[in-house]
């Protein structure tokens, strides 16, 4: 008679087959998402259609994959900040246009909007080492221009573009001026046991109690909290305490991490924000804790990184 050991054993034995098998089959496909079901992989709507002043940007990233931008001014002389957007993980840069108008009204900034490889009009294929690259090429072309303020160029990145905005602001100290994290993950890895419950079991970042043996099958693990500790510049986290994608606990673990090691941080949280729509829940009070933002740390002065302690939390 096979005991009941043997049968726990097999049990466990067979969830972690299933959970290989999902990872290796599907993780692409969870993670990054550049068609929405039911819409078309090309841009429904482009910044002409609201009437905003912009610039079709092409780029090549360092391994050669054809990239598409949007540049958009508030007017075509403004030298004022510049916001370096990346996007959440699913759908493309025009689904985003109607937020980004209302942000030049309220924020007096110019926009560049990247679309990751695979998304939208540029070529290639996701992954982490690929849009690393692809965000790198975006930011070294906005420090090439002319008509660019450099010393005012701010990350701003949603949901996965956080995990991507971490990234090149870790890697770019002198170019990038302040980092802007919005219902960001603190890893793949941590949210692989979100997507699907029994994985935490196998899969975890670095405070997880599973026992990780799944680790070396995510391709894309996108560890936020470990890079953001690393992080110099001024970073505002801004959180939606509705979010029904993302626990809202991952942005408190980031802003302990970064603050634990940077004193110019400020978390935010909106009551009724939920992943997609923390912007427009937070109405007027969402783009004052922006723009204050911007004002303190995007002014064109760059301040030193021993700045007295301004680490702080708050609702709005």
Known sequence: MVSYVNILLYGVGGLVVAGMALLVALQEKLVYVPVVPGLTKSYAITPARLRLTYEDIWLRSSDGVRLHAWFIKLLPECRGPTILFFQENAGNIAHRLE????????????IFMLSYRGYGASDGYPSQHGITMDAQ???????????????????????????????????????????????????????????????KWFIGGSSSKGLKILNFLVRSPWNTAEIVGQVKQPILFLSGLQDEMIPPSHMRILYAKAAARNNRCLFVEFPTGMHMDTWLAGGDNYWKTIQDFLEQHASGERESSSTTNSNDIGAR
């Open 137 to 199: 090429a975006a930011l070294d072309h906005l420090s090439q221009r002319d008509d660019v303020d450099t010393s005012r160029i701010v990350v701003f990145g949603r949901s996965l573009g956080g995990a991507v905005g971490a990234v090149l602001a870790k890697n770019n100290p002198d170019k990038v001026a302040a980092l802007i994290l919005e219902n960001t993950f603190t890893s793949i890895l941590d949210m692989a046991g979100v997507l699907l419950p029994f994985l």
């Open 99 to 110: 937020m980004v108008r209302i942000m030049l009204q309220r924020l007096n900034c110019n």
